[in-house]
């Protein structure tokens, strides 16, 4: 450590301080903190290690600043954001470029000087009589080639709590790596607070990412998705380092599928919101690694998955306990740890959110004040008791479902990848790819999520999403789709790719999936996966056949799955693929001059299957009109 900079850390840190930091041997660490302790200028800096007394101190100091505060049930808070805080400020986010770097229209820029400059004045002194926060985390299992340090300085408790429950614990790691560290840096201040200890300046509230240097800048805000820089900040970092290094970090879940004779096959799967990530990370019966995002790499030419998170950020609305009794169980469970937010605390000290089980309250405390069951908005509009973005945090070890390997540090065998959308009339239920490319092409990069009246306003819109990663890109979109699809280069094994859709309707607008069906889909996948059944290969990809799907819906859901649901499933609809392929190609035409031609190449080719079928077999082809079984 430079002597100038040893002498300004410790005497703005003071000795106890002062040497819990100083046991990580790494400079460039240091000249961060310091650099920031001179912007910022805290009245008072708490390095934080990995002790419990640590923690507690951390989430003490949340409920004594009023960021949180306690529920009846032991080791349970509520939060409470800005009612203009309430979401991630897509508008504000801008990735810091440099002059003629393009990332295309899909990903928000600032020039990068400009934006320093702006984020240096708008952070100038604003920690003064506040405390800073140094929290260290690891993304991935610590001890492993996945793992990645992160430091976050933050004045916010809350943000400081969220994280401790959501990630690894990093300051031991940071010791182990010593001047190897390659660390992701966060700075955040949550700004002056009101009276409800919630942000105020909003007006001034700032996302920069700065890739050049790894740091992730976020001022006056509290709401997590904007704050807690590990989460979907670091995500953008990690994608573009990814991208120079060789691996991916996607925005996928990683589960476990449980198969015969005791057999895990472990896959991954993208979805947009609302298109059933959740509840499929979430599936009786199967174990979860997690339910955000993965890192993948290629280790001895085995693709490799690790959950980069140890916690959960869930939407609550609409748990149950009939639909989801692993999370309703741990949002029950005393003496852990949980932070609940922007939903209804109720005056018996309990929490209630909208779609829960349970009679709704005549009176409680929710992020725009005291509510009642009658209050209504300024537009004459009533209030919900808990906000539609309202969250619950929580460390995944409290969930029964928690796979064995959650921290295995080389991974798991990733033996599939799954892309599903919201889809009334084009996917059928579940196919496989052709293979990788196609798979990436045709499944991935061709996502598609409609709307719904109920969480939009206006049902029915296409909404292209590709790998469900378009919100998060920090590289150009042509790139990152090159970069999937390259990413079979000296592999030995590959996954599977799957394509899957519960939401598929019949010609007059019914669900022709049932809820519980995607348990189905996936023990079929498993099966495939291991080699233990045939498929039947159609014009976009392998479809299963009847009788291997008729015994599973009778074992795993106990009901009969007729023929006639059969066809009318599997049937595939040609001209709906047709105008799909058109949707899809126009999409990447208006959001990149940098399409690889893999992409044309794959749909053109895709087209030309489907126009023979139509020529030969019609407009709409049952299972039974393939010839091709394998």
Not at 319 to 347: E, R, Y
Not at 398 to 422: F, H, I, Q, T, W
Not at 431 to 460: L, M, N, P, R, Y
């Amino acid at each position: 450590m430079d002597d100038n900079v040893a002498k300004f850390l410790k005497e703005r840190l003071g000795g106890e301080q002062y040497a819990k930091l100083s046991r990580i041997s790494n400079g460039k660490l240091y000249d961060f903190i310091a650099l920031f302790i001179k912007l910022l200028d805290p009245a008072s800096v708490f390095v934080c290690d990995d002790s419990t007394q640590d923690l507690s101190y951390i989430s003490e100091k949340a409920i004594h600043d009023g960021e949180e505060q306690r529920l009846a049930m032991n080791g349970h808070t509520i939060h409470f954001d800005s009612p203009l805080d309430q979401g991630r400020d897509k508008e504000h986010t801008n990735i810091l470029v440099d002059p003629g770097e393009e990332m295309g229209p899909d990903i928000s820029t600032r020039d990068r000087t400009e934006g320093l400059k702006d984020i240096g004045e708008v952070m100038d002194g604003i920690m003064r009589g506040r405390q800073m926060l140094v929290v260290f985390a690891t993304l991935g299992p610590n001890g492993s080639t996945f793992a990645i340090p992160a430091v976050q300085l933050t004045d916010s408790p809350y943000v400081a709590h969220s994280e401790k429950l959501l990630y690894r614990p990093g300051y031991e790691e940071f010791i182990r790596q010593g001047q190897q560290a390659h660390f992701f840096k966060f700075v955040h201040s949550e700004g002056e607070l009101t009276e409800s200890k919630t942000t105020k300046n909003i007006d001034k509230r700032r996302i920069y990412i700065d890739l050049k240097d790894d740091t992730v800048y976020s001022a006056n805000t509290q709401y997590a998705g904007n704050t807690l820089g590990m989460k979907k900040m670091a995500m953008r970092l990690a994608i573009h380092r990814g991208s120079q290094e060789g691996w991916l970090c996607e925005h996928m879940l990683v589960m476990g599928i449980h198969g015969p004779h005791d057999r895990v096959t472990y896959f991954t799967g993208a979805f947009p919101s609302m298109c059933g990530k959740t509840s499929t990370a979430m599936l009786d019966g199967e174990s979860i690694i997690g339910d955000d995002i993965a890192y993948l790499r290629k280790i001895d030419g085995v693709v490799r998955a690790v959950n980069c998170e140890h916690g959960m950020f869930g939407i609550i609305l609409g748990i149950n306990s009939k639909d989801d009794p692993i999370q309703w169980k741990a949002l029950h469970a005393p003496g852990h740890q949980v932070i609940f937010s922007n939903a209804l605390k109720t005056d018996d000290g309990g929490v209630y959110w909208d779609g829960k089980n349970a009679a709704v309250p005549d009176h409680g405390v929710n992020f725009k004040g005291e509510w009642t069951p009658d209050k209504l908005d300024k537009d004459g509009k009533p209030v919900p008791a808990s906000h539609a973005n309202a969250r619950f945090t929580l460390s995944l070890s409290m969930l029964e479902n928690l796979d064995k390997n959650v921290d295995n540090p080389d991974g798991v065998e990733v033996s599939a990848y799954v892309y599903g959308g919201r889809d009334s009339d084009t996917w059928v239920p579940v196919q496989e790819s052709i293979d990788w490319a196609h798979g990436i092409v045709a499944f991935g990069a061709s996502i598609e999520s409609e709307t719904t009246a109920a969480t939009i306003g206006k049902a029915g819109v296409r909404q292209h999403n590709p790998m469900s990663n378009l919100d998060f890109l920090s590289i150009p979109l042509g790139k990152y789709l090159q970069v999937n699809v390259d990413f079979a280069k000296g592999a030995k094994r590959l996954p599977k790719i799957f394509g899957v859709n519960y939401f598929l309707e019949s010609r007059d607008g019914k669900f022709l999936n049932g809820k519980n069906d995607k348990k189905v889909w996936y023990k079929w996948m498993e099966l495939r996966c291991n080699g233990d059944v045939k498929a039947i290969k159609t014009a976009t990809g392998w479809i299963p056949e009847y009788k291997d799907l008729a015994p599973l819906f009778k074992d795993i859901i106990g009901r009969e799955y007729t023929h006639e649901e059969y066809e009318a499933e599997f049937s595939l609809r040609i001209s709906e693929n047709l105008s799909k392929i058109d949707r899809v190609i126009a999409s990447w035409k208006n959001s990149t001059h940098d399409t690889p031609e893999v992409l044309f190449t794959e749909l053109e080719a895709q087209r030309a299957r489907l126009l023979e079928a139509q020529k030969t077999l019609g407009d709409e082809v049952k299972p039974s009109q393939w010839s091709v079984i394998a």
